[in-house]
């Protein structure tokens, strides 16, 4: 049986490394902010594997996925053999399912044990964790942001053995910091001078917020909030302006706004 915790704050005396807090502390600036969660956790517990997953409306999508660079990158496969195969099996389904309505920042991050032993599923266990080698999972389940959910997924190997005692209470001590530093990043990219890259935040974020949108009304906001203009965005979703203009007032018509400053309002 899987083990759980809630997490509030790193316990007293949890000495960390400075210079893998001050890279942690610079995730935002970054395309792939877990890739420096990564890289904080091994200088804490040795980890092979990071995946971070969203939950809307309880169904995951992977964000991102990285290994330390000392085998092939699985995550990406692994992830879409357990969205279509074994998701309803895994109890951190459960508790985003259930904690969907109820996501708060101030909300005490929930963590989640698998060892390989505890897969409930025999499909899920022998196909992905037995089949590439993976001995355990130790999920951080929490909101960064009002009714956004998502999930830091950390997995080990054979090379590095099963999730000792010793190392899950050290990872646990990093749960917090690690849901703040995410947070932090999730904040940073949504005001990037990167235009492709706040556009993509800002979709994910309306995705989240405004579930009513259709794909091209969101698409069609997320550059309207990063200032592109109605030719721009026509050029660069390859359609007319007048459709542009006719999806802008559909869009602003379901959020109850009426300009740009109003859907800045809503986005943040």
Not at 12 to 41: I, K, Q
Not at 80 to 92: C, G, I, M, P, T
Not at 138 to 149: D, G, H, I, K, V
Request: aromatic share 6%; net charge neutral; with cysteine.
């Amino acid at each position: 049986m899987a083990s759980t915790w809630l997490l509030d704050n790193p316990p007293a005396g949890h000495m960390l490394d400075a210079a893998a807090v001050a890279r942690l502390l610079d995730a935002g600036d970054g395309r792939a902010p877990a890739l420096e969660m990564l890289d904080f956790v091994n200088h804490v517990v040795p980890v092979e594997y990071i995946s971070l997953v969203e939950y809307v409306d309880g169904v995951p999508s992977q964000v991102e996925g990285h290994s330390t660079g000392r085998h092939q990158n699985i995550t990406a496969e692994c992830f879409s053999l357990y969205k279509s195969r074994f998701r309803q099996a895994d109890e951190l389904t459960r508790l985003a399912t259930r904690r969907v309505g109820e996501a708060s920042v101030h909300a005490p991050v929930t963590a989640l044990l698998y060892d390989v032993a505890d897969i409930p599923d025999a499909g899920w266990r022998d196909q992905i964790f037995v089949g590439r080698q993976l001995t355990g999972r130790l999920s951080f389940l929490y909101a960064p942001l009002p009714r956004t959910l998502f999930a830091i997924n950390l997995y080990r190997d054979q090379h590095d053995g099963k999730f000792e005692e010793a190392d899950v209470q050290r990872l646990l001590g990093l749960a917090p910091i690690l849901k703040s530093a995410h947070r932090n990043a999730l904040f940073a990219h949504l005001a990037s001078p990167d235009t492709s890259l706040r556009g993509r935040e800002i979709e994910r974020a309306l995705q989240r917020t405004a579930p009513l949108l259709s794909p091209r009304e969101r698409a069609v906001c997320a550059r309207i909030a990063c200032g592109i203009g109605i030719d721009g965005i026509a050029a660069e979703l390859c359609i007319a302006a007048s459709t542009v203009a006719t999806l802008r007032k559909r869009a602003y018509a379901k959020l109850a706004i009426h300009g740009r400053q109003q859907l800045l309002r809503f986005i943040h």
